[in-house]
């Protein structure tokens, strides 16, 4: 099993333009969240999805970032334009039914925003 | 609001010792504590988790114990490992009545095994 896979690994960029991040979580699993990571807030939760649906979403900063899940195995975090505040590493995570509390993460993406 | 906390951000333990890594929490709704452990530049880990009906619950060289008297979590880990050095979190799974499933992280504990 080659785990939940992100891609890029890291990512840099200037202000304004648009990021997107990529997610292929574990077969089988049926949650799949999107962390963020920064020394100052630690790991938050963006949002997560339960059988491709978007449960909640409430962790999204603002309307800048947006989030898909087209099928059970693709999900992308979007940020469109992009600040340098959104500078952090984004994990992918994802769990299998009934267990949301056990998580597997990715690598993360580190983001730079110039 | 609620939130979870952690005592200390730093931890320094001789290797082979049992260390103690704890965390506060506020919401006495939540379902599962759990600790994760994120390794320098990987993502975090699932290490051990204890349903909140439980004050105890082990297993391989690592102990989570659970006092909701005082709204503490601790995990011990035993004759610890080189590789036993990362950042633990704890973190709470609070499920509310309409199947919403959030699991909030802690701040992190840094735990460094000396040699």
């Known amino acids: 099993d080659a785990g939940v896979i992100q891609s890029p690994r890291h990512e840099v960029t200037e202000m304004g333009q648009e990021v997107t991040l990529r997610c292929k979580p574990i077969?089988?699993?049926?949650?799949l969240f999107w962390y963020r990571q920064t020394m100052m807030r630690g790991l938050e939760l963006l949002i997560y999805?339960?059988?491709?649906?978007?449960?909640?979403d409430s962790g999204m900063p603002e309307d800048r970032f947006s989030a898909k899940m087209p099928n059970a195995s693709f999900s992308t975090l979007k940020i469109q334009p992009s600040e340098p505040r959104d500078s952090a590493v984004y994990f992918c995570?994802?769990?299998?039914?009934?267990?949301?509390?056990?998580?597997?993460f990715g690598p993360g993406t580190r983001l730079t925003v110039l | 609001g609620e939130s979870v906390g952690l005592h200390l951000p730093t931890l320094s333990v001789q290797e082979g010792d049992n260390s103690i890594i704890n965390c506060a929490y506020s919401?006495?709704?939540?379902?599962?504590f759990i600790w994760y452990k994120q390794e320098s530049g990987k993502g975090p880990q699932f290490i051990i988790d204890?349903?909140?009906?439980?004050d105890k619950r082990q297993g391989q060289r690592v102990t989570v114990l659970l006092n909701k008297t005082v709204k503490h979590l601790s995990l011990q880990i035993a004759a610890t490992q080189p590789g036993d050095s990362a950042v633990y979190f704890c973190?709470?799974?609070?499920?509310?009545?309409?199947?919403?499933?959030?699991?909030?992280f802690g701040t992190g504990t840094r735990l460094t095994i000396i040699p």
């Open positions: 995570a994802s769990s299998f039914p009934g267990l949301p509390n056990e998580q597997f």
């Open positions: 077969s089988g699993h049926d949650y």
């Open positions: 999805f339960n059988n491709n649906v978007p449960i909640d």
């Open positions: 919401n006495s709704a939540s379902d599962y």
């Open positions: 204890i349903r909140s009906n439980m």
């Open positions: 973190a709470e799974l609070l499920i509310s009545n309409f199947g919403n499933e959030k699991l909030t």
